[in-house]
Each structure stands twice: as structure tokens, then as C-alpha cells.
């Protein structure tokens, strides 16, 4: 049972253009992670999030965690075709096991 | 390598045969975590392990899934009578355990083994 929801569930976007990722849930998370993952190979993480609220930032990826720690966000100015890839939100419900409940993964085609 | 490992890296077998995958993590992390990923799905929790002690197992699907870690580091999941649905990349994966900075500490995933049953 997925408890994170993302959307768009595909996205397929000319290189420039900008782009947001949503990971929604009803469940409150101590921490939201953001992974990506590219055919045949395991998730690799770009950002974890644990303060309601809290925004970083990575080169063009900007990653946001809801003020209620539910639902997150990522935003990617000026796609690049490297951008290509499944976009997967993961949300841990307590530090001591860190077992991640993933989302549905958002995959995304950037065209040169 | 320094990474997560995995093998065999693909498996085919016939419904109804047992099928043994292994886990090699990065040397001296702590917790060892086997998820399930579908084609086009985002991965699901399956099992963990502390060292030896398997904590958590609520993700297994059914009892012909076992998984173990003798001696807290390589770790081998068993799936036996292998059934269609059990078609799926499983991804291993490791951490150092514990809290860093309020963050828990990052997973490290292998690239996965694709099973796939005939």
C-alpha cells in the first residue's frame, strides 16, 4: 500500500523548461527523502527534508517539506535532458529504523 | 566495490522453484533493508535487519518469503514455490544505523536483482 501520492505520474518537457514534482500523503513524516533512479540501477538520493517548512536547494532542484511534514515538493529550473529519470519521494515515520515508505514515482523524459 | 552489491543481477525461474538472493553491504553499516519494486512502481518495504536481529518483517507478502543475515552483514532473501506475481526487482539496501544530525542516516541501495517467474 503506497501512502505517498506523487504527481504527475509521467512528465515529458523540452529542455529549459521548469517543472514540479508532488509527493502527497495524510500521514505525517519525521523525515521526506528524494531519490532518483535510472533504468537497471538502484534509487540514488538527492535530498532529505526533516523541518516542516524547510526548503534546499541543489543547483536547479529546489526541495520543499510541508509546514505539517505530509506532503513534500520538487522543482527543477531549466531541465536538462541528464534530468531524465523516475523521481521517487521516500518518507521515513521515525529515525531509530528509518524504514522508507516510497511514493508512487513521478517519470520524467526531458527532450533536447 | 565501496557500494552495495547484489547478485545474481537477473534470475529466471519456473513457477513453483525456490530462488535464493544475496546482499552484500557496505562493510560496517548497521541496518540492512530488502524492498520490493514492481515494473513502474516506486519500491516497497519488504524486511529490516539490525546487525543479525531481523526487526521488522511486515512486508514480507506471504510465509514463502524468508530472509536472513547470520552474521549481521551479508544477507540472503528466500523466496520458495515461486509464484508470477513474484516478478519484480529486489533492491537491497544499507545504512550506518542511528540518528546524524536529526536526519537518520542515509540509505545506500544496490542496483537491484530482476526476478522474473515463467
Known amino acids: 500500500t503506497q501512502l505517498l501520492e506523487q504527481s504527475p505520474q509521467f512528465l515529458s518537457i523540452q529542455e529549459g523548461e521548469n517543472l514540479t514534482v508532488y509527493c502527497n500523503s495524510s500521514?505525517?513524516?519525521?523525515?521526506l527523502q528524494w531519490y532518483r533512479q535510472e533504468p537497471g540501477e538502484g534509487p540514488v538520493l538527492l535530498v532529505t527534508?526533516?523541518?516542516?517548512?524547510e526548503v534546499k536547494k541543489l543547483k536547479r532542484l529546489t526541495f520543499q517539506f510541508g509546514d505539517a511534514r505530509k506532503d513534500s515538493s520538487l522543482h527543477i529550473t531549466a531541465a536538462q535532458p541528464g534530468d531524465t529519470g523516475l523521481y521517487l519521494c521516500?518518507?521515513?515515520?521515525?529515525?531509530?529504523?528509518?524504514?522508507?515508505?516510497f511514493g508512487t514515482g513521478t517519470r520524467l523524459q526531458v527532450f533536447p | 566495490g565501496a557500494g552495495v552489491s547484489q547478485s545474481p543481477r537477473y534470475k529466471v525461474a519456473k513457477r513453483g522453484q525456490d530462488v535464493a538472493l544475496r546482499c552484500d553491504p557496505i562493510?560496517?553499516?548497521?541496518?540492512l533493508f530488502w524492498y520490493q519494486q514492481a515494473l513502474g512502481q516506486g519500491p516497497e518495504f519488504l524486511t529490516y535487519?539490525?546487525?543479525?536481529?531481523?526487526?521488522?518483517k511486515s512486508g514480507l507478502p506471504s510465509d514463502r518469503f524468508f530472509a536472513e543475515r547470520p552474521e549481521g552483514s551479508v544477507s540472503t532473501l528466500k523466496i520458495q514455490r515461486t509464484q508470477q506475481e513474484d516478478s519484480a526487482v529486489y533492491l537491497c539496501?544499507?545504512?550506518?544505523?542511528?540518528?546524524?544530525?536529526?536526519?537518520?542516516?542515509?540509505?545506500?541501495f544496490g542496483d537491484g536483482t530482476r526476478l522474473s517467474i515463467l
Open positions: 539496501a544499507s545504512s550506518l544505523g542511528g540518528r546524524a544530525g536529526g536526519e537518520g542516516q542515509p540509505q545506500h
Open positions: 500521514s505525517v513524516f519525521s523525515s
Open positions: 527534508v526533516v523541518t516542516g517548512g
Open positions: 521516500a518518507g521515513a515515520k521515525n529515525f531509530n529504523t528509518d524504514k522508507l515508505i
Open positions: 562493510s560496517g553499516h548497521v541496518s
Open positions: 535487519f539490525q546487525n543479525e536481529a531481523q526487526l521488522d
